[in-house]
């Protein structure tokens, strides 16, 4: 049994918390008081099933033998600081979308994890979500010195209800979900739509096969594996909203900076697609007010 910390208690962070509390030590760290508080009274429901785990609202760490990161990228430059406290010999894991995160987290001394969830989660409210799609954790260690500690952690946290595995080259893996996240997420938000109707619409087929070619020569993948991809990630997905969508319509801040905007960094070529994208969706945020 591990003693674990989740930092970050959205949609991803509840639905690991209550997984890994079944076979681990489990510590919930959260922002508001609100949501602490409904977690301890009432646990976390997932799919009517509940789990308690410890939660606070600490912004101090305890001592862990591995700290799993759930929060949305924009987090990350205010939690750097408190996690340079933490011993370095303490594994981090960073589960979050995009990949504007690993420059800033280059030069922390811990061994260091990056992983994406591949599962579908919708979150309902501040202590419940739902399972709309069972995938996997996928993860590996940012350097090649840490990648049999990588395999260890992979093993432990592995349960046949949440699956983990461990890769070898992680930046692959990362790049693959990159490429979905640059095209669902952009165009749902955008148009308004569930992520099916990537799949089911001609005109947001065409703008999505645009995309993904872009992104896919950005990232040196092959475009008609990265296109199949994204057809799968759709359909499979085909009846939720996109992260992005959710924070728009909850009038927050999206990662779009962090997924549309770093392969708009990363390319020395001009992508149309990717650029109009990325405006369109950093207008609505301008509109939110």
Same mark, same amino acid.
């Given at each position: 049994?591990?003693?674990?910390?989740?930092?970050?208690?959205?949609?991803?962070?509840?639905?690991?918390?209550? $997984?890994?509390?079944?076979? &681990?030590?489990?510590? /919930?760290?959260?922002?508001?008081?609100?949501?602490?508080?409904? =977690?301890?009274?009432?646990?976390?429901?997932?799919?009517?099933?509940?789990?308690?785990?410890?939660?606070?609202?600490?912004?101090?760490?305890?001592?862990?033998?591995? =700290?799993?990161?759930?929060?949305?990228?924009?987090? =990350?430059?205010?939690?750097? !600081? @408190?996690?340079?406290?933490?011993?370095? &010999?303490?594994?981090?894991?960073?589960?979050?979308?995009?990949? /504007? &995160?690993?420059?800033?987290?280059?030069?922390?001394?811990? !061994?260091?994890?990056?992983?994406?969830?591949? &599962?579908?989660?919708?979150?309902?409210?501040?202590?419940?979500?739902?399972?709309?799609?069972?995938?996997?954790?996928?993860?590996?260690?940012?350097?090649?010195?840490?990648?049999?500690?990588?395999?260890?952690?992979?093993?432990?946290?592995?349960?046949?209800?949440?699956?983990?595995?461990?890769? /070898?080259?992680?930046?692959?893996?990362?790049?693959?979900?990159?490429?979905?996240?640059?095209?669902?997420? !952009?165009? @749902?938000?955008?148009?308004?739509?569930?992520?099916? $109707?990537?799949?089911?619409?001609?005109?947001?087929?065409?703008?999505?096969?645009?995309?993904?070619?872009?992104?896919?020569?950005?990232?040196?993948?092959?475009?008609?594996?990265?296109?199949?991809?994204?057809?799968?990630?759709?359909?499979? @997905?085909?009846?939720?909203?996109?992260?992005?969508?959710?924070?728009?319509?909850?009038?927050?801040?999206?990662?779009?900076?962090?997924?549309?905007?770093?392969?708009?960094?990363?390319? $020395?070529?001009?992508?149309?697609?990717? @650029?109009?994208?990325?405006?369109?969706?950093?207008?609505?945020?301008?509109?939110?007010?």
């Amino acid at each position: 049994m591990m003693n674990i910390g989740v930092i970050g208690l959205g949609a991803v962070g509840l639905f690991i918390a209550s $997984s890994l509390a079944k076979r &681990h030590e489990v510590t /919930g760290y959260v922002r508001r008081e609100e949501q602490a508080n409904e =977690i301890k009274d009432q646990g976390i429901i997932v799919d009517n099933s509940e789990t308690f785990v410890s939660v606070t609202t600490s912004q101090k760490f305890k001592e862990h033998d591995l =700290i799993i990161i759930c929060t949305k990228q924009m987090a =990350i430059d205010t939690l750097i !600081p @408190t996690l340079e406290l933490v011993g370095r &010999h303490t594994p981090i894991l960073f589960l979050q979308n995009g990949q /504007g &995160h690993i420059e800033k987290i280059h030069h922390l001394p811990h !061994p260091i994890l990056l992983g994406v969830c591949e &599962h579908g989660i919708v979150k309902i409210k501040d202590n419940e979500v739902s399972l709309k799609g069972l995938g996997k954790i996928r993860l590996g260690a940012l350097h090649k010195h840490h990648a049999e500690l990588a395999v260890d952690i992979s093993l432990a946290l592995y349960q046949l209800d949440f699956p983990v595995k461990e890769h /070898g080259s992680i930046t692959d893996v990362l790049n693959r979900k990159l490429i979905v996240n640059s095209v669902i997420n !952009p165009l @749902t938000a955008i148009f308004n739509c569930r992520n099916g $109707s990537i799949m089911t619409n001609d005109h947001l087929k065409y703008l999505a096969k645009k995309l993904t070619k872009e992104a896919a020569m950005t990232l040196n993948v092959d475009e008609d594996e990265a296109w199949e991809r994204v057809r799968q990630v759709a359909e499979q @997905t085909k009846e939720n909203y996109s992260s992005m969508l959710s924070d728009i319509q909850a009038k927050r801040q999206t990662e779009i900076d962090f997924i549309n905007g770093y392969i708009l960094k990363k390319s $020395s070529d001009f992508l149309p697609y990717q @650029t109009n994208v990325y405006h369109m969706v950093k207008a609505k945020e301008g509109l939110r007010e």
